[in-house]
């Protein structure tokens, strides 16, 4: 949760692993989306502890949730 604390003015931002694994599949997207400073959208997708597993997995897994949550919206600017 370190990417986004400065821009969510020091929340410790939970990740989208950690959202899945307490809350299961049917979640909404406010509950890994968070605006932040310059309404800039922050996102924390989380992976396995450093030496267990892969962490292509946690970005995989955030980017699919994101598409089938739908925020991924035309007006967004990258």
Same mark, same amino acid.
């Given at each position: 949760?370190?990417?986004?604390? @400065?821009?969510? +003015?020091?929340?410790?931002? #939970?990740? !989208?692993?950690?959202?899945?694994? =307490?809350? /299961?599949?049917?979640?909404?997207?406010?509950?890994? @989306?968070?605006? +932040?400073?310059?309404?800039? #959208?922050? !996102?924390?997708?989380?992976?396995? =502890?450093? /030496?267990?597993?892969?962490?292509?997995?946690?970005?995989?897994?955030?980017?699919?949730?994101?598409? #089938?949550?739908?925020?991924?919206?035309?007006?967004?600017?990258?």
């Amino acid at each position: 949760a370190d990417s986004t604390r @400065l821009i969510l +003015g020091g929340l410790a931002q #939970r990740t !989208v692993l950690d959202t899945l694994s =307490e809350e /299961g599949d049917d979640i909404d997207l406010d509950l890994v @989306l968070k605006p +932040g400073f310059a309404c800039i #959208r922050c !996102v924390e997708s989380g992976g396995p =502890e450093p /030496g267990v597993g892969c962490a292509g997995r946690g970005i995989i897994t955030s980017i699919n949730l994101l598409e #089938r949550l739908g925020a991924y919206t035309d007006d967004l600017d990258y």
